[in-house]
């Protein structure tokens, strides 16, 4: 070796035809026979891998070596992306039986079959080939393929062995070696994907329905390679179990799972749950039996269950040939069948699979199930129409009533004038309490007194059991709106609540002292004081003042008045409803009185707080 490096120091020296002559000699030193080129695609019987050493396919998309994962010391024959960064091992050869040192071989003997030994271990794995080949030789298609094949032929008539034969974990990088889990599909007449925990279904795609598994919308005949070259990572697209309902069997013979509903497991139509004190604890294990056993007569119908995974297909009956009708008519020939379906998803929907004794693993999924139908007593359906009519009819009447009561307890109402003003209308509810003589006395109030920091009255209607008033329209709402909503409050600095404070005190002093007819308002709160577009503000709503004479300062009441309806004066504080009292005076509308043991009277100082 040190000989070597010193010819290619003093090669320098050579004339430029002898260098070439002398690179053109070292590069074969790497191509003789028994090993690889780095341009090759394909072994034959006489060449071998080795550690450092690759096959790439033939575009140079997939690459075949010796690789240890993560931080292992075990090596590995597997194949992964040749151009991605991130080593993705899409097969692995010896997972179950991995190589101790670095010393692994790959060839093909003598026999035509391939074979990865060790120094120190001896064989490690092979292929089984039956076919005896003359000249057998090993090549990486760029579909991520091992062949092992006749060189004689190109066909898949000369194929050997193939790898895609034997598909192995390409997940879990950093441990290749089998888990507890395995995934297959189950190739009887109604092929499903499935994956078992150990010897236990614990999960299962659904049959296969002609364009995808009936449970696995999301996993079709066409695959998904999500690389993110942005990103330079691989995106997940899917994976399962999705969620608790995906659980093979989860809800027993006979149950559905519908994710959404608490609990998430049902009985079918017809059944009833085997144990029901299990069933209740959430222990579903047990399913579901018929209510009343079939007579094998007459009385039986199907019912269709729609958007749902098709059950277990393990006992079942499949036919391309019949149609959805003539599956019914042989189901319900058959006492033991119990649900039918096509077998064929596509288009319309075509073929029969017919379902025997117990229906297991069926769940609900909205936008990509099928539809079943299931054989029922007829009383039954009877029973689920009436019931479906009932609750059609219940809803129907309770969106009709919420809408009577959402126009009739609607007090205001912003709307325009005929003149284009804009209005807002105040419609008296039946239920309010506010009687004739409240209602003329607001009017009246109104009606007399004027101020700007007292709502205009527009107008005014009486007609049988309606009371409206009419006042100017206040863009803004009230003042809770702005108070109590952290978001609007922000809108405010100190000096517009200092000029609401002081607008509101204005309004009150004129009803106190300066108004022709002297009042108390008894009700002011946040709600009740109403912001214009220039946020100025407004007291409206006078049904519950009392009003006095001369020098009067109070009066004697028997006359509740009304309630803040849990608004909080302050954060952490409700606000108190305003109880039954004997005396009113201006005091009323500005003091925090305590007028018993349990409750106390908030005025002016409560918004001003």
Request: hydrophobic fraction near 35%; proline fraction near 4%; aromatic fraction near 12%.
């Amino acid at each position: 070796m040190i000989q070597f490096r010193t010819a290619m120091l003093v090669s320098w020296h050579y004339k430029p035809m002898e260098v070439l002559w002398l690179i053109s000699c070292c590069a074969c030193l790497f191509c003789l026979p028994g090993r690889i080129c780095a341009v090759s695609h394909r072994i034959s019987r006489s060449q071998t891998l080795i550690d450092g050493e690759s096959l790439a396919s033939e575009e140079g998309t997939f690459e075949l070596g010796f690789f240890s994962p993560g931080s292992s010391i075990h090596q590995y024959l597997g194949i992964w992306y040749k151009n991605i960064p991130i080593r993705t091992v899409v097969w692995v050869a010896n997972r179950k039986t991995p190589i101790k040192d670095r010393t692994g071989v790959f060839t093909i003997n003598s026999t035509g079959s391939i074979v990865v030994t060790s120094r120190t271990s001896g064989d490690i794995w092979s292929t089984n080939s039956f076919k005896d080949a003359k000249s057998p030789a090993l090549q990486l298609l760029d579909s991520g393929d091992l062949i092992l094949r006749d060189e004689k032929g190109t066909n898949s008539d000369f194929y050997l062995w193939k790898s895609f034969h034997y598909p192995s974990d390409t997940l879990n990088s950093d441990d290749p070696s089998p888990g507890e889990l395995r995934n297959g599909i189950e190739l009887h007449e109604f092929p499903q994907a499935v994956i078992w925990k150990a010897t236990k279904k614990y999960f299962r795609s659904g049959p296969w329905n002609g364009e995808r598994f009936s449970g696995a919308p999301e996993l079709r005949v066409d695959p998904r390679y999500l690389w993110v070259e942005a990103d330079q990572a691989w995106k997940l697209y899917a994976s399962v179990p999705r969620d608790y309902c995906d659980i093979y069997d989860l809800c027993g013979a006979n149950g559905v799972c519908v994710i959404s509903d608490s609990p998430v497991c049902q009985c079918l139509e017809g059944f009833e749950p085997k144990s029901p004190d299990s069933w209740n604890l959430m222990d579903w294990s047990e399913g579901c039996i018929l209510s009343k056993p079939f007579s094998c007569q007459s009385k039986e119908v199907f019912f269709k269950f729609s958007e749902l995974k098709l059950p277990n297909t393990t006992k079942s009956w499949v036919t391309g040939t019949r149609n959805l009708q003539e599956c019914r008519e042989a189901c319900f020939k058959n006492c033991s069948c119990m649900a039918y379906s096509n077998s064929d998803g596509r288009g319309q929907g075509s073929g029969c699979v017919l379902w025997f004794h117990e229906l297991l693993d069926i769940r609900q999924i909205p936008n990509g199930g099928q539809d079943l139908y299931i054989r029922i007593e007829a009383s039954k359906q009877a029973g689920i129409h009436v019931v479906n009519s009932i609750l059609i009819s219940l809803i129907t009447v309770a969106v009709l009533f919420g809408l009577v009561l959402l126009c009739y307890y609607l007090s205001w109402r912003n709307t325009k004038a005929r003149d284009g003003q804009e209005i807002a209308v105040k419609r008296l509810s039946k239920s309010s309490g506010q009687g004739l003589n409240e209602f003329k006395n607001e009017v009246k109030l109104i009606a007399k007194l004027q101020h700007r920091n007292l709502v205009k009255l527009v107008g005014s209607c009486i007609d049988d059991e309606e009371k409206m008033l009419i006042y100017e329209y206040m863009a803004n709402g009230s003042l809770d709106s702005f108070v109590f909503d952290q978001t609007r409050r922000k809108q405010f600095g100190w000096s517009k609540f200092f000029q609401i404070i002081d607008g509101i005190a204005i309004g009150l002093l004129y009803l106190h002292q300066d108004s022709r007819l002297r009042s108390i308002h008894r009700d002011l709160k946040a709600s009740n004081v109403l912001l214009d577009a220039e946020l100025n503000p407004k007291i409206p709503d006078f049904d519950l003042a009392r009003t006095f004479q001369g020098d009067q300062c109070g009066d004697n009441t028997e006359r509740v008045i009304g309630t803040l309806h849990g608004e909080c004066g302050w954060k952490g504080h409700p606000s108190h409803p305003r109880r039954q009292t004997k005396y009113v005076g201006r005091g009323s509308d500005v003091e925090w009185r305590e007028y018993t043991t349990t409750a106390k009277t908030t005025w002016f100082s409560e918004v001003l707080l």
